[in-house]
């Protein structure tokens, strides 16, 4: 996914049922402000499978968001759409570049204590290793371009 794709995600968004994350919407930033719109294109609008061990930690991390929400009581601030996932601490949208900048830290931190080092990409980067690492184990590349 891209990182608006995710960032845009509600919970209604989770099939957890079925193992899916329905993709609709997509949060942009203009003039510093962050709103959100359709997708990229029309074929960005989907349905994608994720593993079972994923769909364990969203289950895990729906049961910490239900408590945290009660924890902060009236500071929590309703959206009227829904329920976004990746939120600030009072329930609003997690800012876009708030991911990318947890996972740089991530890697400067593990980085500093290992000798083998990670390498500094981006988050979309993550989505090309992932095409090439389907791609090499002989995923036919429309289903991994889809």
């Not at 997708?39 to 364990?56: A, C, L, T, Y």
């Not at 939120?87 to 593990?110: C, D, E």
Request: glycine share 6%.
């Amino acid at each position: 996914m891209r990182r608006g794709e995710v960032i845009a995600l509600y919970w209604s968004d989770i099939d957890f049922e079925h193992s899916q994350i329905s993709i609709t919407k997509s949060t942009g930033i203009v003039n510093g402000k962050a709103y959100t719109k359709e997708p990229k294109n029309k074929n960005s609008i989907r349905e994608i499978s994720v593993p079972g061990h994923i769909m364990d930690l969203l289950r895990r991390y729906r049961i910490e968001y239900k408590t945290y929400r009660i924890s902060i009581g009236a500071q929590w601030i309703e959206h009227l759409e829904g329920e976004y996932i990746f939120i600030q601490w009072n329930g609003l949208q997690m800012y876009p570049s708030t991911p990318y900048n947890v996972f740089k830290k991530i890697i400067h931190a593990y980085n500093e204590t290992h000798e083998q080092k990670l390498p500094e990409i981006t988050l979309h980067g993550l989505r090309h290793t992932s095409a090439t690492l389907l791609i090499s184990e002989n995923a036919d590349i429309r289903t991994v371009s889809n």
